[in-house]
């Protein structure tokens, strides 16, 4: 499975972005598709995961009701809709893919098999 974000940028803080993230390769109805986020001198965290084919949804507190993770299986494309930015929010935005739901959500970088290269998302106050 390969992946390629896109979507980051500059933005003031409030404003919206939508993040894309295109999927290739072989993956099947078991997969799971997940955002995470990195900032300077900081370990990857979780922001949301979804089933590959619909279904269950998490979120990082953070981010749960601002940020919305979505897919377009027929384009091939995992989405993160990013709105009422904070300046935490700013960090290298990676998206991820694995086999294989776990209750709550697989929540850990290590449980993630395949990682696209991540788009950078700065918010400025």
């Known amino acids: 499975v390969q992946l390629q974000a896109s979507g980051g940028g500059l933005v003031q803080a409030g404003s919206s972005l939508r993040l894309s993230c295109v999927v290739s390769?072989?993956?099947?109805?078991?997969?799971?598709m997940g955002w995470f986020r990195q900032a300077p001198g900081k370990e990857r965290e979780f922001v949301a995961a979804?089933?590959?084919?619909?279904?269950?949804?998490a979120y990082a507190d953070s981010v749960k009701g601002r940020f919305t993770i979505s897919r377009d299986n027929a384009k091939n494309t995992l989405y993160l809709q990013m709105n009422n930015l904070r300046p935490e929010d700013t960090a290298g935005y990676y998206c991820?893919?694995?086999?294989?739901?776990?209750?709550?959500?697989?929540?850990?970088?290590?449980?993630?098999?395949?990682w696209g290269q991540g788009t950078q998302v700065t918010v400025s106050s």
């Open positions: 991820s893919s694995r086999e294989g739901w776990v209750a709550g959500g697989p929540r850990r970088s290590s449980d993630y098999r395949y």
């Open positions: 979804t089933r590959w084919y619909g279904g269950t949804i």
């Open positions: 390769g072989r993956t099947n109805s078991n997969y799971v």
